[in-house]
Nanobody
Framework: QVQLVESGGGLVQPGGSLRLSCAAS????????MGWYRQAPGKQRELVAS???????SYADSVKGRFTISRDNAKGTLYLQMNNLKPEDTAVYYC????????????WGQGTQVTVSS
């Protein structure tokens, strides 16, 4: 069983920064495509950024140039550095691990709240 535990959320003023972390248990981390998703109240969950096992990255247009996804395979940890935060970034942020190992898998963390407000 894989567990993903997010941390680092909180309240920040517009223009501020936060770094989210996602600690993964189990042995699948290094071979997984890891992603950060977010869900704002009344909206669908959306992909914010993802990083394949080989290191290629993808970002939502709304966060390009402001957010950076990274991973430390040795520590089994995924990060999301968020700079120049805007009120519209307010959401619950979720960590996701997806891949294939004797079958497809798709794991989610419990989420961490990010609130951008003055």
């Amino acid at each position: 069983q894989v567990q993903l535990v997010e941390s680092g959320g909180g309240l920040v003023q517009p223009g501020g920064s936060l770094r989210l972390s996602c600690a993964a248990s189990g042995s699948i981390f290094s071979s997984s495509t890891m992603g950060w998703y977010r869900q704002a109240p009344g909206k669908q969950r959306e992909l914010v950024a993802s990083m394949a096992s080989g290191g290629s990255t993808s970002y939502a247009d709304s966060v390009k140039g402001r957010f950076t996804i990274s991973r430390d395979n040795a520590k089994g940890t995924l990060y999301l550095q968020m700079n120049n935060l805007k009120p519209e970034d307010t959401a619950v942020y979720y960590c996701n691990a997806a891949g294939f190992r004797w079958g497809p898998y798709d794991y989610w963390g419990q989420g961490t709240q990010v609130t951008v407000s003055s």
